[in-house]
């Protein structure tokens, strides 16, 4: 069995550099969900003549899967999360990019040029910062929602209203914030708090989804989302009459990276494409299109100015501190596998 | 699917006996390819050690069937006792499935009949009626229906302006909505089948029962009934099992609040979880369930034509 897969995974990784072989002037991006636009790769391609195909992803989790599924080798290029670039760097999914191989790279924001999850960024460039918190509709609640008992311990108006993001690492660690416990706390007191809180709060929640968190807030399906900052900014302005929150017990801040892959087909396309992307006009675009912060020097000038002022990206006095996802060990992921089992049993 | 009616006549069979091996091959190398090969890998990787973060090392493991069955405590170091998480989450989908399928037969029945008591040269347009919806990707009619059913949606809107209720009625993320998406995604897989029974059907028995004073009812359970039971049969295995393995309907209609087996399954690929020996196994299970299922219908099918002779 072993070595039929062996053979098999040979004779496909060999179509596969034949067919790269053939394919100058192509970049295959897999990207998340409505966060490229498209002018910016036309822009790309009119400049250098490079091909941009795209596939998307709704979560680093899935993306990791797939690539570990068989993927890696078809990609040039993901844009993983925080936490998701050590992992992925740990499970040796990502290729070193060279000392001077990327011009722009000096422009790079000071405090992105050396982040704690890819030292000297030898692997990644900032392509998007932000935070995650949730959104609360304003027609239905008029109270203070700074605080994390809106998703956890809801008050009557918007129990049973509440749209968590169907995913593991947001949801406990905002958990954690709620409880006022370390991430990936290895304390069994602190675990069977987490999970009985978490397994008590569900009754309040009406549905788990992520690619929806958006939509569900504007069609008033749900009053509190749980939601990135710039997400919650489209749906404000799509008419939803919603808030976005920063909690005094912290949020979640994360900023996604655009990675170079181990095996990309098409490596020069994709050193290029990190290069355009490092120039503050065309990050700037990506920035106004999605609506969060970029990571690159100089990018003032090319935002829409309104974003500046816009309530989902200035924190209040009283926020607590935005903290990014940790990478649990082994043990303490178990248990929290275990946690979100009981969570959606 | 083991159909009903396995009426080749003998002479055919023997006229290309010489290339029978070389004829089947296609068929054979075909189903060895998709259906063999990926489920000898599940079973073996459902006996492998799991990989942190997805994968499987190559090392014997009995680790996902004891996930399944044991119940270890929050932190894995309990003494076994019944794990009921996964056998829930199993009972639901089978509970849901059922539903979908009962609604499906309660529609499908009469829609069948309905098509098959029509002039013969209009039956076509009906068949091709039913399967117009289905031309369209099972996710957009999926998404179409939430739409529909959401609480601010065309349905409640109706009933609310027609004044039937007052405040919208919820069904989007309930159990009910994803038996309606699980019944309306697999509805032409209980018509067709039954339709096709109740066509071969010959209405003069309903005929000469009615002349033997039979009431209609007794007409359809005792006449109808047992000569279109294999399409019956048939339609509830081909909604039933696809139900018990989707995940879309619960997902995008149950607002993916509880599992079901699909979902769990799919959490160990795709998810944090990552645990591939697991999601093998839960795989197998379903899988075992279902073949025993089928190998009861054909249990059955084989009695009642030995009882016919």
């Known amino acids: 069995m072993k070595t039929l897969l062996k053979s098999g995974a040979a004779a496909l990784a060999l179509t596969v550099a034949a067919s790269a072989a053939s394919a100058e002037g192509k970049l295959v991006l897999y990207h998340w969900f409505e966060y490229m636009p498209q002018e910016v ?6 400049e250098t003549g490079i091909e941009v195909t795209m596939d998307t992803y709704d979560s680093n989790e899935a993306m990791l899967a797939s690539l570990k599924a068989g993927a890696i080798g078809t990609y040039d290029l993901a844009v993983p999360g925080d936490y998701m670039v050590s992992i992925m760097a740990g499970e040796g999914l990502l290729d070193t990019i060279a000392d001077g191989e990327l011009k722009n790279k000096g422009n790079i924001q000071a405090n992105w040029a050396d982040p704690s999850f890819d030292p000297g ?24 929602i700074q605080t994390t008992d809106i998703l956890f311990n809801p008050p009557k108006e918007l129990s049973g209203r509440i749209n968590m993001l169907d995913s593991q690492g947001e949801v406990l660690a905002m958990a954690a914030l709620h409880l006022g416990i370390p991430q990936c706390s290895t304390d069994r007191e602190q675990l069977k708090a987490l999970n009985a809180m978490l397994v008590g709060a569900k009754q309040h929640w009406s549905s788990f989804n992520s690619d929806t968190a958006k939509e569900v807030l504007v069609s008033g399906d749900a009053a509190v989302g749980q939601i990135y900052d710039g997400f919650a900014a489209k749906a404000r302005e799509e008419g939803a009459n919603i808030e976005y929150a920063y909690p005094t017990q912290g949020y979640v801040a994360w900023m ?3 990675v170079l892959l181990k095996d990309a087909p098409n490596r020069d396309s ?32 090319f935002l829409d100015p309104s974003l500046a002022t816009q309530p989902e990206k200035n924190p209040h006095a009283k926020a607590g501190p935005g903290v990014f ?16 089992t009981n969570v959606k049993k | 699917m083991a159909g009903g009616a396995a009426s080749g006549g003998s002479a055919t069979t023997d006229t290309y006996k010489e290339a029978r091996t070389w004829l089947l091959m296609p068929a054979w190398v075909t189903l060895s390819i998709l259906v063999l090969a990926p489920v000898a890998m599940m079973l073996v990787y459902s006996f492998l050690t799991k990989e942190f973060r997805g994968g499987v090392i190559w090392e014997f493991s009995l680790a996902a069937y004891d996930q399944f069955f044991c119940d270890r405590g929050l932190f894995g170091d309990e003494p076994c006792t019944i794990e009921w998480t996964y056998l829930q989450i199993f009972w639901r989908s089978i509970w849901q499935a059922g539903t979908a399928t009962l609604l499906s037969l309660a529609i499908g029945f009469p829609t069948a009949y309905f098509i098959a008591t029509r002039p013969e040269h209009t039956r076509p347009m009906w068949v091709f009626l039913i399967t117009i919806p289905y031309w369209v990707n099972l996710l957009i009619r999926t998404v179409s229906m939430k739409f529909l059913l959401r609480d601010q949606g065309p349905l409640n809107d109706f009933l609310i302006n027609i004044g039937l209720i007052d405040s919208p009625i919820h069904i989007v993320n309930t159990n009910f909505a994803v038996q309606l998406g699980l019944f309306y995604s697999y509805l032409p897989f209980m018509v067709l089948p039954i339709y096709a029974a109740v066509e071969r059907y010959n209405f003069s028995l309903s005929e000469a029962a009615a002349d033997l004073y039979a009431t209609k009812w007794v007409t359809l359970r005792r006449v109808l009934l047992p000569a279109v039971k294999p399409g019956v049969i048939a339609g509830c295995i081909l909604v039933f099992v696809p139900s018990m393995g989707s995940f879309l ?7 993916a609040k509880n599992f079901m087996i699909g979902s769990l399954i799919e959490e160990q690929f795709k998810g944090n979880a990552g645990n591939w020996p697991f999601g093998a196994a839960a795989s197998m299970i379903l899988m075992t369930m279902v073949l025993v299922l089928l190998l009861l219908y054909a249990r059955q099918q084989a009695r009642a034509e030995k009882a016919e002779g």
């Open chain 1, 41 to 46: 790769l036309d822009k790309f391609t009119a």
């Open chain 1, 121 to 144: 960024r030898k692997h990644s460039i900032p392509y998007q910062w932000g935070s995650t918190s949730f959104a609360v509709n304003r027609d239905v609640y008029g109270g203070d």
């Open chain 1, 256 to 258: 996604d990276n655009v």
């Open chain 1, 270 to 301: 994709a050193i290029k494409f990190m290069d355009f992307l490092l120039e503050p006009e065309n990050i700037a675009a990506v920035t106004n299109y999605a609506q969060y912060n970029a990571g690159v020097t100089g990018v003032e000038t």
């Open chain 1, 325 to 340: 996802i940790e990478v649990c060990s082994e043990e303490v992921q178990e248990v929290y596998d275990q946690i979100w």
């Open chain 2, 249 to 255: 309907a619960p997902d995008l209609l149950g607002g």
